[in-house]
């Protein structure tokens, strides 16, 4: 089984541990001290894609346009325009349901589960936010999942992010769609100051994380 995926905090260009995965340079996240965020560039023949906002797509915009122009940065959710739109030429996309929380151009919208062409899946995930959507991306060797904060690893512990505008309801019928996911590292948007940036976990394993999370929701816990 690959470890635990790890990157150099101080790091200020794109790393990469995994084939065709380029973290950008880490950013405090402003309202959890010690919690970093990274975007993440996918290196595919069909067109590089982003996934997430983060200020490192700003800071590395000239290596990501050597590596060839993004064809789509794509959101997870709302939360993530607190940063503003990255210094870089690529269209932005966001699940509709986010659409008016966003205040950054925003070149169009999903609200579907679908496929990008045969190695990338749009997986509308509503709970933390309407529109909260996860990504899952087959690089020939892993299934990643990018959960974004729906999904975060806290003292080696998965846990959920319900805010007083989450839906409760619409977050564990979520949790209980990613169980039947196939995917061997989460990739989250945020994670601990110097803990790893994806997670390798089995299928077995995954579920029972889920379903400790779910146990915890459904007991009124908010993570």
């Known amino acids: 089984m690959t470890d635990d995926l790890t990157f150099d905090d101080t790091s200020r260009g794109l790393q990469s541990t995994i084939r065709g995965l380029y973290g950008s340079p880490s950013a405090p996240l402003p309202f959890l001290e010690g919690v970093v965020v990274r975007a993440f560039v996918l290196e595919r023949p069909q067109g590089n894609v982003i996934l997430y906002n983060a ?5 590395a915009a000239d290596e990501i346009r050597e590596m060839g122009r993004p064809w789509r940065l794509l959101m997870n959710h709302h939360h993530e325009a607190m940063f503003g739109a990255p210094r870089l030429d690529v269209p932005v996309w966001i699940n509709e349901a986010d659409r008016s929380r966003v205040d950054m151009p925003i070149a169009g919208t999903f609200s579907e589960r679908q ?23 087959d690089n020939g060797e892993h299934r990643l999942l990018f959960p974004g904060d729906s999904l975060w690893v806290e003292g080696g512990e998965w846990k959920a992010v319900l805010l007083g505008d989450s839906d409760r309801a619409a977050y564990l019928s979520s949790l209980a769609l990613l169980k039947e996911i ?25 579920a029972a994380n889920l379903d400790r999370i779910i146990g915890r929701l459904e007991a009124g816990e908010n993570a």
């Not at 200020?55 to 800071?59: A, L, N, T, V, Y």
């Not at 062409?117 to 909260?132: R, V, Y």
């Open 182 to 206: 196939d995917f061997d590292i989460l990739v989250p948007w945020g994670v601990e100051e110097g803990e790893p940036y994806g997670y390798a976990v089995t299928r077995e394993e995954a």
């Open 115 to 137: 496929m990008i062409d045969d190695d990338l899946e749009i997986i509308p995930t509503p709970g933390h936010t309407a529109g909260t959507t996860m990504f899952l991306w």
């Open 55 to 59: 200020p490192g797509i700003s800071k």
